[in-house]
Every structure is written in structure tokens, then in C-alpha cells.
């Protein structure tokens, strides 16, 4: 059985810290390319931050350079580091294994249940 589980989330003032974990189990790993994505209240998912397997890192524009994606194979484990957070970044963030785009949609082969961040003005 296959298991994303995501930690890290919380409550944080603006200009603060997060660190995100997700946990992988039940799935080879490495060969997956893994993605963070997250969705606010009344909004649709969007698309944060993705990482191939051999280690190539994609990011949606509002958070380049202030977000950064990695992961660690040995851990079975893909953090995303959040720094200089804004309140617009608030939202639920959840991982996925082998994300991808179809006719609009984000689609995956296995996504997390999610982690809660708010950010405070």
C-alpha cells in the first residue's frame, strides 16, 4: 500500500520559515519524480514546486527564489524549504508521485492527504 504522508505545516508570520517533509512508502522511490502542490480556500490546485528523479527542480514563478524543493533518496523522503513566506501562501500542501498536466487537470499516480499553512500579515 502506498503512502504519502506530509508534515511541516503551521502557522507562521509573514517573512517566517516553513520546512515541509513528505514521507513515501510502499513505492520505489527514486524512480519516482515527485511535485508539491497546494490549494487555498476557493481556489483551485496549483502547481508549487517539482523534482525528477535524476534531481532536475521546477518551480511555479511566485516562488522561485524564496522556495526550494529537494529530496533524499535514502529517506524515501522530498522536503520543500519555504522561506520569506507571504500570506498568499497560505493553503494546504500535498505531495504527489509522477505528477503531470492533462487537459487542464493535475493528475498524479499517488497524492498525500495534505498540510495546513497559514501565513500571517
Known amino acids: 500500500q502506498v503512502q504519502l504522508v506530509e508534515s511541516g505545516g503551521g502557522l507562521v508570520q509573514a517573512g517566517g520559515s516553513l520546512r515541509l517533509s513528505c514521507a513515501a512508502s510502499?513505492?520505489?522511490?527514486?524512480?519516482?519524480?515527485m511535485g508539491w502542490f497546494r490549494q487555498a480556500p476557493g481556489k483551485e490546485r496549483e502547481f508549487v514546486a517539482s523534482?525528477?528523479?535524476?534531481?532536475?527542480?521546477f518551480y511555479v514563478d511566485s516562488v522561485k527564489g524564496r522556495f526550494t524543493i529537494s529530496r533524499a533518496n535514502a529517506q524515501n523522503t522530498m522536503y520543500l524549504q519555504m522561506n520569506s513566506l507571504k500570506p498568499e501562501d497560505t493553503a494546504v500542501y500535498s505531495c504527489?508521485?509522477?505528477?503531470?498536466?492533462?487537459?487542464?487537470?493535475?493528475?498524479?499516480?499517488?497524492w498525500g492527504q495534505g498540510t495546513q499553512v497559514t501565513v500571517s500579515s
Open positions: 504527489a508521485a509522477n505528477p503531470r498536466e492533462a487537459r487542464g487537470q493535475y493528475l498524479a499516480d499517488f
Open positions: 510502499g513505492l520505489t522511490f527514486y524512480a519516482y519524480d
Open positions: 523534482i525528477t528523479r535524476r534531481y532536475g527542480t
